[in-house]
């Protein structure tokens, strides 16, 4: 739209005369000259062009230009890729570089026999010495020797030496610990607390001025988001880094015969190596602790998110142990399909099932007293829904050893309200 009818009528004057001047040009010459009459057209339209460029003020919208090819409105600037593969860049390295003094590998040691093997004479009685080499091989303890059976990663997340990991890294109370830092001083740990519902452990070192990760929030995670993961991978190679996405959210797996739930999955590496090491965003705060490969099955690893896990590591801190609250059930969180397969009366909460070991409904547990039963949903506890982003676990994170709940459930298609009272792991 013109912005004012004076510029209006001057600029369709010009527009007008122009095209007189050319079939004037184009009517007095010959056809067989017409080649120097386009020629001339051509620069005569130039100029116009030219000449245009000086009213593009008489009109509204953005202003063009042309810079390497690339059509630019009101003058910008024209993104320069590589400058961002540089900052990209940048963030990564920056994050690994701070983080690194922070993650600890764990070495896992333990007395084992140590065997000698002797020969028994099967003639001896009889007075027939025969060398060894007719012999009955035999095995005989000959002592013990302390040896690596395991390993994982960790992360430091006190300055006062308190480190976390996955309890299946630090699962043998008869092992001993110890932990390896970035500069490769060697110090014993001991366990100072084991959460199987989250694959959690904390060690605990006698050092100070140690450097603690900050501790992101996972909530903030989304398909996509750039996540970092670090560790000590294959049990081998200390403050290894992989790069990897986000690729799925509220994932499940079972590990130890625990049901982990509400597990991010990415595809950066993770292996048994760097298990319990830090998972990373691009600020360099932790997102969640690895903790898991799908067996069989590339670039598929799971992470426990930090969220999760705030609260236990915020508690051992303060008071040096860990009071878990315990109900006594095993479970598989509800889905759409789920429901479908197995034809169940909703299409969300936990659904109490059997392990290939373990019952569905421990004996002796606060869920036994409660009246709790193997095909039994937990719909709800205390007016909480149970979903994917509310895990049953999640729940009861949220009390302590000896809180009374009431669990809203569906048994045999009907609704019902059991009170439990929650006992300590």
Known sequence: MLKNLKNKELLLSFFTGLMLVGLLVFGF????????????????????????????????????????????????????????????????TVAVEKSAPSVVSIIVSKDLPIFEQYYVNPFQGFGFDFPDSFGI???????????????????????????????????????????????????????????????????????????????????????????????????????????????????????????????????AAINKGNSGGPLLNLSGEVVGINTAMAQGAENIGFAIPINQVKKVISQVEKTGELKVAYLGVRYQMVTKELQKSKDLASDYGALIISGEVEPGVMKGSPAEQAGLEEGDIILEINGTKLSGTHALASILREFSPD???????????KEMTLEARLGER
């Not at 009213?55 to 630019?72: A, E, M, R, T, W």
């Not at 013990?144 to 960790?154: F, L, P, V, Y």
């Not at 009374?404 to 459930?409: E, S």
């Open 137 to 267: 091989p035999q095995l005989r303890q000959k002592g013990t020797e302390k040896q690596e059976i395991g390993g994982g990663s960790g992360f430091v997340v006190s300055n006062n030496g308190f480190i976390v990991t996955n309890k299946h890294v630090a699962s043998d109370s008869e092992a001993e610990y110890a932990v390896i830092f970035n500069d490769g001083q060697k110090l014993k740990a001991r366990i100072v607390a084991r959460d199987p519902s989250f694959d959690l452990a904390v060690l605990k070192v006698e050092k100070t001025g140690l450097v603690p990760l900050p501790l992101g929030d996972s909530s903030k995670l989304k398909l996509g988001s750039t996540v970092i993961a670090i560790g000590n991978a294959l049990g081998e190679f200390s403050n290894t880094v992989s790069l990897g996405v986000v690729s799925g959210l509220n994932r499940s797996v079972d590990i130890e015969n625990e049901k982990l739930t509400g597990l991010v999955q990415t595809d």
């Open 29 to 92: 010459r010959s056809a067989d000259n017409f080649s120097s009459v386009f020629y001339e057209f051509k620069n005569l339209g130039g100029k116009f062009i030219g000449l245009f460029g000086k009213y593009q003020d008489y009109f509204d919208g953005p202003k063009i230009s042309v810079k390497g090819g690339i059509v630019l409105e009101n003058d910008a600037k024209p993104i320069d890729v590589s400058e961002m593969a540089m900052a990209y860049e940048k963030q990564i």
């Open 403 to 413: 809180d009374t709940i009431f669990l809203k459930l569906m048994r045999d298609s």
